[in-house]
């Protein structure tokens, strides 16, 4: 019955993960997958989180199925998050807003929305992008096309080349955009650039899909929200995919968002409607504990800032590692090869290692990159600088 059934080649980054964990030299060094750690390694349990877990457990409370769309007091809090609690969007009610799992549940269910409803469209992503972009838009039925984002001569972004594609794309087609800490780049917008792509996006009635999974990493909450908060203050429609799982160390609960902005309540109560069946046919409805973590901090002026202030610090020790391994590596590369890390920003970088060199630098080193040549700073330590440094150098040798 099942022999003609393939082989699954693996994926680039969650299958290798796998290989680490399974790989037995005791100096193993994951930089591969988009995990932030802690100085000593670990995964972190932030202290809001555990505060909120230990006072929802306090208060039992019977585990009923959640309304398709997820829990009421999350969706709001995670709209005044991304928005702003003042946005005119959000008191006008014009964004319909799901509780998704997680940010790829969250591209899942709008990649499916769309192609109900804007079947003649193609979707177009920067190159490079996060993997699981082809594979979603493309398996929700649409044909994926790429525009040009980075280049590595500059380590950073081509805006010229990347606004003369956009200026080109047809009418109508869907652009994904990444808000702020651009994976696997690590190569960002500017806000003037953000401005005058707004302009293209409105000339052109192309209709944004904001891909955000790293709030608070980049430059700040509000700050990484600029470009999402910019574009809604226009009133130009679009879609945006959040996850929490960075951001409240919460991987394996499957937090995410997706919302729709619409031009008007109406609008935004059909769109939310749809969504709704989109979910039904995939999943019913969401899981609640993660959700209700997350109600819980945001809703209590305490846990909120205790959590603003641990994403601070989680901010500023990936800014120290990326600041750590640009002192340890730029005088043991040619001029200007280690330049990217200060460039760029975020979780990620773009070290312009070749797949080859990733290769050498997993078999011989135990230094796991993902294969694009993405290293994840935020799972490097003080410690493991020196090693990762020795590794790159010699692999890229
Ligand atoms: C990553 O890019 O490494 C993370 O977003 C994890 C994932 O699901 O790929």
Same mark, same amino acid.
């Given at each position: 019955?099942?022999?003609?059934?393939?082989?699954?080649?693996?994926?680039?980054?969650?299958?290798?993960?796998?290989?680490?964990?399974?790989?037995?030299?005791?100096?193993?060094?994951?930089?591969?997958?988009?995990?932030?750690?802690?100085?000593?390694?670990?995964?972190?349990?932030?202290?809001?989180?555990?505060?909120?877990?230990?006072?929802?457990?306090?208060?039992?409370?019977?585990?009923?199925?959640?309304?398709?769309?997820?829990?009421?007091?999350?969706?709001?809090?995670?709209?005044?998050?991304?928005?702003?609690?003042?946005?005119?969007?959000?008191?006008?009610?014009?964004?319909?807003?799901?509780?998704?799992?997680?940010?790829?549940?969250?591209?899942?269910?709008? &990649?499916? !929305?769309?192609? *109900?409803? =804007?079947?003649?469209?193609?979707?177009?992503?920067? /190159? #490079?992008?996060?993997?699981?972009?082809? &594979?979603? !838009?493309?398996? *929700?039925? =649409?044909?994926?096309?790429?525009?040009?984002?980075? /280049? #590595?001569?500059?380590?950073?972004?081509?805006?010229?080349?990347?606004?003369?594609?956009?200026?080109?794309?047809?009418?109508?087609?869907?652009?994904?955009?990444?808000?702020?800490?651009?994976?696997?780049?690590?190569?960002?917008?500017?806000?003037?650039?953000?401005?005058?792509?707004?302009?293209?996006?409105?000339?052109?009635?192309?209709?944004?899909?904001?891909?955000?999974?790293?709030?608070?990493?980049?430059?700040?909450?509000?700050?990484?929200?600029?470009?999402?908060?910019?574009?809604?203050?226009?009133?130009?429609?679009?879609?945006?995919?959040?996850?929490?799982?960075?951001?409240?160390?919460?991987?394996?609960?499957?937090?995410?968002?997706?919302?729709?902005?619409?031009?008007?309540?109406?609008?935004?109560?059909?769109?939310?409607?749809?969504?709704?069946?989109?979910?039904?046919?995939?999943?019913?409805?969401?899981?609640?504990?993660?959700?209700?973590?997350?109600?819980?901090?945001?809703?209590?002026?305490?846990?909120?800032?205790?959590?603003?202030?641990?994403?601070?610090?989680?901010?500023?020790?990936?800014?120290?590692?990326?600041?750590?391994?640009?002192?340890?590596?730029?005088?043991?590369?040619?001029?200007?090869?280690?330049?990217?890390?200060?460039?760029?920003?975020?979780?990620?970088?773009?070290?312009?290692?070749?797949?080859?060199?990733?290769?050498?630098?997993?078999?011989?080193?135990?230094?796991?990159?993902?294969?694009?040549?993405?290293?994840?700073?935020?799972?490097?330590?003080?410690?493991?600088?020196?090693?990762?440094?020795?590794?790159?150098?010699?692999?890229?040798?």
């Amino acid at each position: 019955m099942f022999e003609h059934v393939d082989a699954y080649p693996g994926d680039p980054i969650l299958t290798l993960n796998e290989e680490f964990l399974h790989d037995p030299r005791p100096e193993k060094i994951n930089l591969s997958i988009g995990v932030y750690l802690n100085e000593a390694g670990q995964l972190p349990l932030m202290g809001a989180v555990r505060k909120a877990e230990q006072s929802i457990l306090a208060q039992p409370v019977k585990r009923t199925y959640l309304p398709m769309e997820g829990m009421l007091d999350y969706r709001n809090a995670v709209r005044c998050l991304l928005f702003g609690e003042d946005h005119q969007a959000v008191s006008e009610k014009r964004i319909a807003t799901m509780q998704t799992l997680g940010g790829s549940g969250a591209l899942k269910i709008g &990649a499916d !929305f769309l192609a *109900a409803y =804007f079947p003649g469209a193609q979707v177009w992503v920067s /190159d #490079p992008t996060w993997d699981n972009h082809h &594979a979603i !838009f493309a398996g *929700a039925g =649409f044909v994926v096309n790429s525009y040009p984002y980075y /280049d #590595p001569g500059i380590q950073h972004v081509n805006f010229e080349a990347m606004q003369t594609a956009l200026e080109a794309i047809p009418v109508g087609n869907i652009v994904l955009l990444h808000a702020c800490c651009h994976n696997p780049t690590g190569a960002d917008l500017n806000t003037q650039q953000w401005r005058d792509l707004a302009t293209i996006i409105q000339s052109r009635s192309l209709l944004p899909f904001f891909d955000i999974a790293y709030q608070g990493f980049g430059q700040g909450i509000k700050e990484d929200a600029f470009a999402i908060r910019y574009f809604a203050s226009l009133g130009i429609p679009m879609l945006v995919a959040g996850s929490f799982s960075k951001n409240f160390s919460l991987y394996g609960e499957r937090c995410g968002a997706l919302h729709v902005l619409c031009n008007d309540e109406g609008q935004a109560n059909n769109v939310l409607g749809q969504l709704k069946a989109v979910v039904r046919r995939n999943y019913s409805s969401p899981p609640t504990h993660g959700a209700r973590i997350i109600a819980t901090v945001l809703g209590s002026s305490e846990l909120r800032d205790e959590w603003h202030s641990e994403l601070e610090a989680m901010r500023a020790r990936i800014q120290s590692m990326r600041e750590g391994l640009y002192a340890s590596l730029q005088g043991r590369m040619p001029a200007g090869k280690a330049d990217f890390l200060r460039k760029q920003d975020g979780m990620f970088s773009f070290t312009g290692m070749t797949a080859e060199q990733v290769r050498r630098l997993r078999e011989e080193f135990a230094v796991y990159l993902v294969g694009s040549g993405r290293i994840c700073l935020a799972a490097l330590t003080q410690e493991s600088i020196v090693p990762v440094t020795e590794a790159m150098v010699q692999a890229m040798n």
